[in-house]
């Protein structure tokens, strides 16, 4: 759903690509102070409490996903190793995301229940990815699911953010219960899509 919007954003942000380069700064080394800043804004401030400061922290260097793409098409740098590099990173600030809530939850948050939740959406956002990679590996397709990568990133952030911002924390409550489920069924079609074209083969 999301991924319409890369184009806009990408574009964006196309003079801060530029910038970098010029600087000599490489496309993999955005990719890894991406990720760097992504964990610590997750793990240093969500076990806190201070889930608006994280949130802000997250968003700010979410965008070198963007960038360092960019980067490496207008160097002509794009490698097979830059691009599992990116994916391999993106799978642990994803996952950190989810571990600072989860340590929230076990803090100041305190709410077993939520904290189950938010290990949910760890394992199975990340299980999501999996199937799919490992699919395509395989030979088959399994570009299917209601909850994509960039979807589940921001409903987390933003029900998050605002929710800390307006006093609302069921906002974010909610999308954990929403993001643990939709996970749960995206790995659960991959699985049945994938079956189906392994059977017709």
């Known amino acids: 759903m999301l991924e319409r919007f890369r184009g806009f954003w990408t574009a964006l942000l196309a003079p801060i690509a530029k910038l970098f380069l010029r600087l000599g700064i490489s496309p ?59 994916s391999t990173l993106d799978r642990v600030g994803d996952g ?37 990679s490992r699919a395509e590996t395989l030979g088959y ?10 979807d589940r990133l921001v409903i987390c952030l933003v029900a998050t953010g605002v929710g800390a911002l307006v006093g609302l924390p069921v906002l974010m409550y909610a999308a954990l219960w929403f993001l643990a489920a939709a996970s749960t069924i995206t790995v659960g079609q991959r699985i049945w899509v994938v079956r189906k074209q392994a059977l017709a083969a």
């Open 28 to 86: 993999d080394a955005v990719t890894l102070v991406g990720t760097i800043g992504v964990c610590a804004g997750a793990l240093v401030f969500f076990p806190q409490g201070m889930l608006l400061t994280g949130v802000l922290v997250i968003t700010a260097f979410v965008f070198s996903d963007l960038i360092d793409g960019h980067m490496a098409r207008l160097a002509d740098r794009s490698t097979p190793f830059g691009a599992f590099l990116d």
């Open 96 to 132: 950190a995301i989810f571990a600072g809530l989860a340590l929230y939850f076990a803090g100041p948050g305190d709410s077993q229940l939520y904290l189950v939740l938010s290990l949910i959406c760890l394992v199975m956002g990340n299980v999501t990815s999996y199937a799919r």
């Open 141 to 150: 397709q399994a570009k299917v699911g209601i909850a994509e990568r960039a």
